[in-house]
């Protein structure tokens, strides 16, 4: 009994434990932040999915100078800077984004914005990962 009670557990996280976890860094701006980013390869297509999870990030109009919104970008290691979407926090000041890269090794950052129109980052950089799938 007990052994497929195992199994059962097993057969249940199996799936959501694949892909590697990479702990992002904060700014000095934002320092009770943190936040992750899980990423896995899709299988069918060949790119890199990414789960972007933040806590305790402050409200953009905190910062200094006071934006509006957060950004989250994809640099890869040419130096091109891809915007990915904008995280919308909670009461709790947690958010989370689901995107898709074609990039294999890149830093995924989190920028304090006036807009979501923006091209490319021009705010404070609030915290920041690499990840390399390679």
Same mark, same amino acid.
């Given at each position: ?34 936040? *992750?980013? &899980? ?5 069918? %297509?060949? #790119?890199?999915?990414l789960?972007? @999870? $933040?806590?305790?990030?402050? +409200? ?20 091109? *800077?891809? &915007? ?5 926090? %909670?009461? #709790?000041?947690?958010?989370?984004? @689901? $995107?898709?890269?074609?990039? +294999? ?7 304090g ?6 091209t ?15």
């Amino acid at each position: 009994m007990k052994s497929a009670l195992v199994i059962v557990l097993l057969l249940f996280i199996w799936p959501f434990s694949s892909g590697k976890l990479y702990h992002m860094k904060g700014s000095n701006s934002v320092p009770a932040a943190s936040g *992750t980013v &899980k990423a896995k390869k899709n299988n069918d %297509n060949g #790119n890199t999915r990414l789960n972007i @999870k $933040v806590h305790n990030l402050a +409200k953009p109009s905190s910062l200094n100078p006071s934006e509006n919104v957060y950004v989250v970008w994809i640099r890869t290691n040419d130096g091109t *800077t891809q &915007k990915k979407g904008a995280i919308r926090l %909670n009461n #709790n000041l947690d958010g989370q984004l @689901k $995107v898709a890269t074609v990039s +294999k090794s890149f830093d995924v950052l989190v920028t304090g914005e006036q807009s979501t129109s923006v091209t490319e980052p021009t705010g404070p950089e609030v915290l920041q990962a690499h990840v390399d799938m390679d």
